[in-house]
Protein backbone atom coordinates (compact mmCIF):
# COMPACT_ATOMS: atom_id res chain seq x y z
CA UNK A 1 0.00 0.00 0.00
CA UNK A 2 1.71 3.32 -0.99
CA UNK A 3 2.07 6.03 1.74
CA UNK A 4 0.16 9.02 1.41
CA UNK A 5 1.57 12.86 0.97
CA UNK A 6 1.30 13.69 4.59
CA UNK A 7 3.38 10.01 5.32
CA UNK A 8 5.88 10.83 2.50
CA UNK A 9 6.69 14.24 3.87
CA UNK A 10 7.17 12.45 7.86
CA UNK A 11 8.89 10.39 6.27
CA UNK A 12 11.40 12.69 4.24
CA UNK A 13 11.42 14.61 7.19
CA UNK A 14 12.60 11.87 9.84
CA UNK A 15 15.22 10.69 7.20
CA UNK A 16 16.70 14.77 6.47
CA UNK A 17 17.05 14.61 10.32
CA UNK A 18 19.05 10.95 10.50
CA UNK A 19 20.91 12.00 7.55
CA UNK A 20 22.08 15.17 9.08
CA UNK A 21 22.80 13.48 12.71
CA UNK A 22 26.69 12.58 12.58
CA UNK A 23 26.65 10.69 15.75
CA UNK A 24 23.95 7.77 14.23
CA UNK A 25 25.87 7.67 10.86
CA UNK A 26 28.84 6.89 12.77
CA UNK A 27 27.06 4.00 14.86
CA UNK A 28 25.15 2.51 12.01
CA UNK A 29 28.44 2.49 9.63
CA UNK A 30 30.20 1.00 12.89
CA UNK A 31 27.45 -1.71 12.97
CA UNK A 32 27.41 -2.80 9.49
CA UNK A 33 29.55 -5.90 9.19
CA UNK A 34 30.40 -5.62 5.66
CA UNK A 35 32.14 -2.52 6.52
CA UNK A 36 34.58 -4.42 9.28
CA UNK A 37 34.33 -7.50 6.64
CA UNK A 38 35.62 -4.66 3.66
CA UNK A 39 38.28 -3.51 6.56
CA UNK A 40 39.69 -7.06 7.09
CA UNK A 41 40.23 -7.66 3.69
CA UNK A 42 41.86 -4.72 2.79
CA UNK A 43 44.25 -5.30 5.77
CA UNK A 44 44.59 -9.24 4.76
CA UNK A 45 45.55 -8.41 1.18
CA UNK A 46 48.32 -5.37 2.42
CA UNK A 47 49.58 -7.81 4.37
CA UNK A 48 49.93 -10.56 2.06
CA UNK A 49 52.07 -7.97 -0.35
CA UNK A 50 54.36 -7.65 2.87
CA UNK A 51 54.97 -11.29 2.80
CA UNK A 52 55.49 -11.47 -0.71
CA UNK A 53 57.80 -8.59 -0.51
CA UNK A 54 59.60 -10.60 2.59
CA UNK A 55 59.55 -13.96 0.28
CA UNK A 56 61.28 -12.24 -2.26
CA UNK A 57 63.90 -9.93 0.19
CA UNK A 58 64.71 -13.04 1.68
CA UNK A 59 65.22 -15.20 -1.61
CA UNK A 60 67.15 -12.35 -3.18
CA UNK A 61 69.70 -11.79 0.10
CA UNK A 62 70.98 -15.55 1.18
CA UNK A 63 71.91 -14.65 4.79
CA UNK A 64 68.79 -13.36 5.85
CA UNK A 65 66.67 -16.96 4.30
CA UNK A 66 64.87 -16.96 7.55
CA UNK A 67 63.23 -13.60 6.56
CA UNK A 68 61.92 -15.35 3.69
CA UNK A 69 60.34 -18.35 5.61
CA UNK A 70 58.43 -15.80 7.59
CA UNK A 71 57.29 -13.83 4.54
CA UNK A 72 55.54 -16.93 3.25
CA UNK A 73 54.31 -17.75 7.14
CA UNK A 74 52.98 -14.15 6.83
CA UNK A 75 51.12 -14.51 3.71
CA UNK A 76 49.28 -17.90 4.36
CA UNK A 77 48.24 -16.08 7.60
CA UNK A 78 46.71 -13.60 5.73
CA UNK A 79 45.45 -15.87 2.94
CA UNK A 80 43.23 -17.42 6.45
CA UNK A 81 42.50 -14.09 7.23
CA UNK A 82 41.35 -12.51 3.97
CA UNK A 83 38.75 -15.94 3.45
CA UNK A 84 37.77 -16.08 7.04
CA UNK A 85 36.30 -12.61 6.37
CA UNK A 86 35.18 -12.82 2.89
CA UNK A 87 32.88 -15.85 4.42
CA UNK A 88 31.83 -13.32 7.05
CA UNK A 89 30.92 -10.76 4.56
CA UNK A 90 28.80 -13.29 2.98
CA UNK A 91 26.95 -14.67 6.40
CA UNK A 92 26.26 -11.13 7.50
CA UNK A 93 24.95 -10.18 10.96
CA UNK A 94 22.82 -7.30 11.36
CA UNK A 95 22.31 -5.71 14.78
CA UNK A 96 20.42 -3.06 16.46
CA UNK A 97 22.37 0.16 16.94
CA UNK A 98 23.17 0.24 20.37
CA UNK A 99 21.72 -3.20 21.60
CA UNK A 100 22.46 -6.78 21.51
CA UNK A 101 19.39 -8.31 18.91
CA UNK A 102 21.23 -10.03 15.85
CA UNK A 103 19.68 -11.81 13.10
CA UNK A 104 21.45 -13.10 10.35
CA UNK A 105 20.62 -12.13 6.88
CA UNK A 106 20.05 -14.55 4.14
CA UNK A 107 23.20 -15.92 2.07
CA UNK A 108 23.87 -16.13 -1.25
CA UNK A 109 22.91 -19.11 -2.91
CA UNK A 110 21.18 -20.98 -0.75
CA UNK A 111 17.58 -20.99 -2.94
CA UNK A 112 14.18 -20.66 -1.78
CA UNK A 113 14.22 -22.86 0.85
CA UNK A 114 13.78 -21.99 4.43
CA UNK A 115 14.56 -22.97 7.72
CA UNK A 116 11.87 -23.64 10.73
CA UNK A 117 12.10 -20.52 12.06
CA UNK A 118 11.45 -18.94 8.18
CA UNK A 119 8.10 -20.94 8.10
CA UNK A 120 7.40 -19.79 11.16
CA UNK A 121 7.80 -16.65 10.80
CA UNK A 122 5.15 -16.48 7.52
CA UNK A 123 2.87 -18.54 9.71
CA UNK A 124 2.56 -15.84 11.89
CA UNK A 125 2.73 -13.48 9.29
CA UNK A 126 -0.04 -14.59 7.56
CA UNK A 127 -2.21 -15.77 10.35
CA UNK A 128 -6.07 -14.16 10.32
CA UNK A 129 -6.57 -11.88 13.03
CA UNK A 130 -9.83 -13.49 14.02
CA UNK A 131 -12.30 -11.76 17.01
CA UNK A 132 -13.10 -13.16 19.78
Known sequence: MPLSEHEQRLFEQIERSLSEDPKFASAVRHSD?????RRRIIISAVLILVGLGLVV?????????????VGFVLMLGAAAFWMLAHKRSQ???????????????????RGGRGGIIDR?????????????
Open 91 to 109: TAELRSVGGTATRRTRGGG
Open 33 to 37: PKFHA
Open 120 to 132: LENRWRERGDFDR
Open 57 to 69: YGVADSEKLWLGV
